[in-house]
């Protein structure tokens, strides 16, 4: 998540991420707004459906 995200709660996006049931969970928070997630996320991102979906 963006922490200083412009369209997206804060609060409302930590409660979804505390609302998942599932025992590996990461939570990513990087500052700054909605278009600047760092490239790297974008790895994770990857490498956590390459995990779980194949």
């Given at each position: 998540?963006?922490w200083?995200?412009?369209?997206?709660?804060?609060?409302?996006?930590?409660?979804?991420?505390?609302?998942?049931?599932?025992?590996?969970?990461?939570?990513?928070?990087?500052?700054?707004?909605?278009?600047g997630?760092?490239?790297?996320?974008?790895?994770?991102?990857?490498?956590?459906?390459?995990?779980?979906?194949?």
């Amino acid at each position: 998540m963006q922490w200083d995200d412009e369209g997206n709660d804060r609060q409302l996006a930590l409660d979804l991420f505390d609302a998942f049931g599932s025992t590996e969970k990461t939570l990513h928070a990087n500052m700054g707004g909605h278009t600047g997630v760092p490239w790297f996320e974008g790895d994770a991102g990857n490498r956590f459906f390459a995990r779980h979906l194949t």
